[in-house]
Antibody, heavy 122, light 107 residues
Framework: EVQLVESGGDLVQPGRSLRLSCAAS????????MHWVRQAPGKGLEWVSG????????AYADSVKGRFTISRDNAKNSLYLQMNSLRAEDTALYYC???????????????WGQGTLVTVSS | DIQMTQSPSSLSASVGDRVTITCRAS??????LNWYQQKPGRAPKLLIY???SLQSGVPSRFGGSGSGTDFTLTISSLQPEDFATYFC?????????FGQGTKLESK
């Protein structure tokens, strides 16, 4: 059974940093691209960042580019999101999502975690 | 960036109704359009990928169509468990953005 378990969410002050993790199980982690998607309270889904199977390609939404860094450790079956210079507008539930192949280009997110909450407030 | 626009933003319907939700892309995305369902407090769930392919385990009352810039999600006979929010997503350009969502409510 595919499982994605996010962790690391917290209440943090503006300008500070936070690192999110996503522990994957139930599939061969290094065969799939992985992504982060966030959802602000009461709002829609916002794609944040993605990484292909071997970390050779990454992408970011304009809203986080230069502040967030996505990475993965295939030996640990884990996905990460390093978030720096956090802003109030980064407050959201952060989901990790598994792509259907080694890249999400022309593909889809077939499994999602339950999310971890990041609150940015002074 | 490609903009994804869903309509309507909300919709009231009754059990047994046929429901259609539209998603429009600001430029052609071929058929690289996915549909997700999200219920309150839950993670999104994949319903349809590549515009018209039904994800395994999803009831056949869900259907998708379209290509280029205009897409539709159709629920042929609405069931009580279908009241939820629906999102479209493009995976043609690397910022894989979503539509703003359509909230399907009970009339």
């Amino acid at each position: 059974e595919v499982q994605l378990v996010e962790s690391g969410g917290d209440l943090v002050q503006p300008g500070r940093s936070l690192r999110l993790s996503c522990a994957a199980s139930g599939f061969t982690f290094d065969d799939y691209a992985m992504h982060w998607v966030r959802q602000a309270p009461g709002k829609g889904l916002e794609w944040v960042s993605g990484i292909n199977w071997n970390s050779g390609s990454t992408a970011y939404a304009d809203s986080v580019k230069g502040r967030f860094t996505i990475s993965r450790d295939n030996a640990k079956n884990s996905l990460y999101l390093q978030m720096n210079s956090l802003r109030a507008e980064d407050t959201a539930l952060y989901y990790c999502a598994k792509c259907s192949t080694i890249t999400c280009y022309k593909q889809y997110f077939d499994y999602w975690g339950q999310g971890t909450l990041v609150t940015v407030s002074s | 960036d490609i903009q994804m626009t869903q309509s309507p933003s909300s919709l009231s319907a009754s059990v047994g109704d046929r429901v259609t939700i539209t998603c429009r892309a600001s430029q052609s995305i071929s058929n690289y359009l996915n549909w997700y369902q999200q219920k309150p407090g839950r993670a999104p769930k994949l319903l349809i990928y590549a515009a018209s392919s039904l994800q395994s385990g999803v009831p056949s009352r869900f259907g998708g169509s379209g290509s280029g810039t205009d897409f539709t999600l159709t629920i042929s006979s609405l069931q009580p468990e279908d009241f939820a929010t629906y999102f479209c997503q493009q995976t043609y350009i690397s910022t894989y953005n979503f539509g703003q969502g359509t909230k399907l409510e009970s009339k």
